[in-house]
């Protein structure tokens, strides 16, 4: 009965898909509303949709298999087959779909795959199986992209998709990559939204957190804050609560956030993060009995943001701080003399710590069980072998490369149409002596 | 202005005036603390201060130990008669009976036998406050007289007068505006200086130490200070030692001795804020525990005026002279002599412990420079203290940087560090190259998102464009 009424109206809905693409191609903004339009006949024949995609074609009418697609993968009810194979087939159509479309084409509708991607990781992640969208979203972010260091739409959902799975690794590849521009669509009037731009670097520092990365996920977290936005976002908020977290455990204070961030930034997250700012002096008066109060007095709060697991670090990280302040002080000391000091319940613990820090080649010292003492040795660290050289010219190569990005970043804003206007209007409107102060303000 | 309009006035403000002690308490300065005294002159010293500084003297050591309190009220109270601070009278009454009410059951036949000529006397405070309001009006009737008349010197000694009687009464936020309104009739740079100097004394007993300081800095920018020798002769020690005071009040330790030292003995006799003998003290300790040897010997030890000051105070010469020896213990040992004492002075109290603790840090410091390792044992018996005090002491030395070595803590030695300097270089090199790189990355984004927020609000102004347009078609269809 159903096959029987749907397949006129999708028979329809094929027919004008076909004349929009043929007859104007350049403007596809009739199909676009086109398509919106009839989501609601498509959504309703979700089951007969396999043969629409047969239908037509992926080169010329993209748009439509992409909505297609779409509505597919955010299906509802799924008739006869199971959930798991339902989602995962879609999904091999949407890679299918992906890899044979043109770069150029991806580009021009990347809006679109992103929402299309967004219900596809949502309904596997449903299926628990957001494991395969990763590898679906990788070959996009790289068909998306012209050069390496473009920030496109799908990064943060490729980082979500990592979360969800717990597989941060491949995450770490893309997230290693600086990026510089954003957007792979120079044409004017396409907007990058800044929603994906944070919702990146959140996620980013969130994995870098979760790879015990803390400097970078430091930076990730910096950028998400100072980069200027005109509205406060819940995104930001949390991102702050992160930061300042992960500054103590990692650097012992929290930074300023840098001169770029407006003022306005710290005036109006302090308020709201207060139960983290107030780890901050207990952390640095150095007695964790302090500490475990405040973060006590908080638990709530950390519970309901999700970040005990971060606080509890702290608290470890404190016991870290106080024992390298004594490797500076001491040349050696018993264990017994040590546990007092720093204020650590037992010796048994103070030992356990002890051996983390030293694997983790944080203090070099050895410890002997039979007197029960701990020798501190200097670090060997003496910027004298060939590694140090190696490092300093890698980043001098990669320092280069960059200046390289920013000249062609620059070249870009001097030819860009609207820059050149208004300096020509400067120019027009000023004296000469001003003249050479040109601002990059478009 | 009446008497009656003033007199309510100075009832109200009177407890938050009065007692200095509280304002500290209020702004979290000063840490209150119980002095352990046995022999202490009150008298001695009650005798060596003249006018407020005597009360309120008395006051600081009756707030800070309970053995003396008794006694030091009683003094204070003989002294408060002589004056017309009725207010304070009451308060100090209260606090004393308050006192004695707690010991009571303790005190003896012989006790109650001494307070009993201080009973409460409420007919001298009737008559006294009678008395001040009689004079006030008496004042201010003749200040307006002076005033009609427009002779300048009158107007000045009549508002330096009324000012001299708010601080009989006790009413120093008063006293302060009178005396600050014989400013305009300033005749010679005399009256300018003698005009700061009575705010400046009043704002000292306020604890108002920025006006003092503001004050100072008028009396010594008076345009014949500096040329006229005279005036620079009697006032510069005076000015000094103020502005000493009051740099200490604020914790400039090294400023404050640097004040100190400038003083003149000859030319310094300002009893009503403090003798000689204070700046000796003042001015050494603060001396003690800020310079550094070269300081000590060009400034202390080489300087005659200042020497004469401390020929006043043998222990305090002495302690400078040993820790300027190297005799460490012999110096801990006269500065802890004196602690007590010290610890009873309303200006320099508060300060003693950081002081103190200043002055042992550097002689620590200083013990330690020439070695390249040390015994802790015998560190210990020159500072008369335990290992382990020592160690930790030490440890709080080294982790604030003003040691730089490290403890052998099974052997006690102390073994001085040596620091690599091209290791440092290499580090703040990359570290500053790793910041600088982050920072030009953070510039970019934010240029392009600025880019791309412009490019929204272009495609919304053509929005908008568009919008009108269509309104236009409508409207005239």
Not at chain 1, 213 to 225: D, P, R, T, V, W
Not at chain 2, 230 to 244: E, Q, V
């Amino acid at each position: 009965m159903e096959n029987a009424i749907a397949v006129p109206l999708l028979d329809q809905f094929v027919l004008s898909v076909r004349n929009h693409s043929t007859s104007k191609q350049i403007d596809n903004r009739d199909l676009v509303d086109y398509l919106a339009k009839q989501t609601e006949t498509l959504q309703s024949y979700v089951s007969n949709l396999d043969s629409v995609l047969e239908a037509l074609d992926v080169h010329q009418n993209a748009l439509a298999v992409l909505t297609v697609l779409g509505i597919k993968t955010s299906a509802q009810q799924l008739g006869d087959i199971s959930a798991v194979q339902y989602h995962t087939v879609t999904a091999t159509q949407i890679h299918d779909f992906v890899i044979s479309v043109s770069d150029r084409q991806l580009r021009d509708m990347a809006d679109l795959l992103y929402n299309v991607m967004k219900s596809m990781l949502k309904s596997l992640g449903s299926v628990g199986k957001p494991m395969f969208a990763i590898p679906i979203l990788k070959n996009a972010i790289f068909k998306l992209q012209d050069k390496p260091y473009q920030l496109t739409q799908l990064h943060c959902l490729f980082c979500q998709a990592c979360l969800m799975s717990n597989n941060l690794k491949p995450a770490i590849n893309l997230l290693d990559q600086n990026i510089y521009v954003l957007g792979s669509n120079d044409d004017p009037g396409i907007i990058f939204d800044s929603k994906f731009f944070l919702h990146y670097y959140y996620l980013g520092g969130v994995i870098y957190t979760a790879m015990k990365n803390y400097s970078k996920a430091i930076s990730f977290f910096e950028i998400a804050l100072s980069t200027l936005l005109p509205v406060m976002s819940q995104v930001m908020i949390e991102s702050y609560k992160k930061f300042v977290l992960v500054s103590i455990i990692h650097l012992g204070i929290v930074p300023a956030l840098p001169k770029l961030s407006p003022p306005l930034v710290e005036r109006v997250l302090k308020p709201v993060c207060q139960a983290y700012l107030d780890i901050i002096p207990a952390y640095q008066n150095g007695d964790p009995a302090d500490l475990q109060s405040i973060i006590t007095k908080h638990n709530d709060v950390y519970q309901r943001d999700k970040n005990t697991g971060l606080v509890k670090q702290v608290l470890k990280a404190l016991y870290r701080k106080n024992i390298l302040k004594l490797t500076n002080t001491f040349l050696n000391l018993s264990i017994s003399d040590l546990t007092q000091k720093v204020n650590i319940p037992s010796i048994t613990e103070t030992e356990e710590h002890l051996m983390a820090l030293i694997e983790a080649g944080e203090i070099h010292a050895k410890i002997n069980p039979k007197d029960g003492t701990i020798i501190f040795n200097d670090p060997s660290k003496k910027f004298e072998d060939s590694n140090v050289l190696k490092q300093i010219l890698d980043k001098v190569t990669n320092k280069i490369s960059f200046s390289n990005t920013l000249r062609l970043l620059d070249e870009a804003i001097s030819i860009n149409p609207l820059f050149i206007k208004k300096i020509s209007c400067e120019d027009e409107g000023l004296s000469l002596g001003q003249g050479s102060s040109k601002t990059y303000q478009v | 202005m009446s008497a009656n309009d003033l007199q309510p006035a100075v009832v109200y403000q009177a407890p938050g005036d009065i007692d200095p002690m509280q304002e500290e308490n209020d702004n979290n300065e000063e840490e209150t603390y119980e002095v352990d005294i046995d022999i202490f002159d009150l008298e001695t010293y009650a005798n060596n201060y003249s006018g407020l500084a005597r009360i309120y003297r008395l006051m600081y050591i009756a707030d800070h130990s309970s053995k003396l309190r008794p006694d030091a009220l009683r003094l204070a109270i003989s002294h408060i008669i002589t004056t017309m601070n009725t207010n304070l009278y009451q308060v100090l009454h209260q606090k004393l009976q308050q006192f004695q009410g707690n010991l009571l059951p303790d005190v003896t036949g012989a006790n109650n036998v001494d307070v009993a000529p201080l009973t409460y006397n409420a007919s001298w405070v009737e008559t006294t406050t009678q008395k001040a309001s009689i004079k006030l009006e008496k004042l201010d009737s003749d200040l307006k007289n002076y005033k009609s008349n427009s002779i300048k010197e009158s107007i000045r000694r009549g508002h330096n007068e009324i000012g001299d009687h708010h601080v009989s009464c006790g009413d120093l936020i008063e006293a302060t505006k009178s005396y600050s309104k014989a400013r305009d009739y300033c005749t010679s740079s005399y009256h300018v200086i003698s005009m700061c100097l009575n705010i400046i004394k009043v704002g000292i007993y306020l604890q108002n130490w920025s006006h003092v300081e503001n004050y100072i800095i008028k009396a010594e920018t008076t345009p014949d200070y500096t040329e006229n020798p005279d005036i620079l002769k009697n006032y510069s020690s005076t000015l000094k030692c103020l502005a000493g005071l009051a740099d200490l009040a604020n914790r400039k330790y090294k400023s404050a001795a640097h004040n100190f030292l400038r003083a003149n003995l000859d030319h310094c006799n300002s009893t009503e804020v403090m003798t000689t003998n204070d700046v000796a003290i003042y001015g050494g300790l603060c001396a003690l525990a800020t310079f550094n040897r070269l300081e000590l010997q060009n400034n202390i030890i080489c300087n005659n005026s200042f020497k004469s000051f401390l020929e006043l105070e043998p222990e305090i010469r002495d302690a400078i002279f040993k820790f300027y020896e190297s005799k460490y213990e012999v110096c801990l040992t006269i500065l802890n002599k004196r602690k007590p004492s010290l610890l009873l002075d309303m200006f320099i109290g508060s300060h003693i412990k950081q002081l103190y603790s200043n002055i042992r840090s550097k002689a620590m410091i200083q013990y330690f420079t020439p070695y390249d390792s040390a015994d802790m044992r015998k560190m210990a018996l020159c500072f008369n203290t335990s290992l382990p005090d020592l160690e930790d002491e030490l440890m709080k030395l080294i982790i604030d940087g003003h040691i730089k070595a490290r403890i052998d803590s099974i052997n006690k030695i102390l073994f001085a560090k040596h620091t690599d300097k091209r290791v440092e270089t290499f580090q703040k090199a990359l570290c500053m190259a790793e910041q600088y790189s982050k920072q030009m990355h953070i510039l970019i984004l934010r240029s392009q998102l600025i880019k791309h927020q412009t490019n929204e609000k272009n495609s919304e102004r053509r929005n908008n464009t568009g919008k009108i347009n269509i309104d236009f078609v409508k409207r005239t269809g």
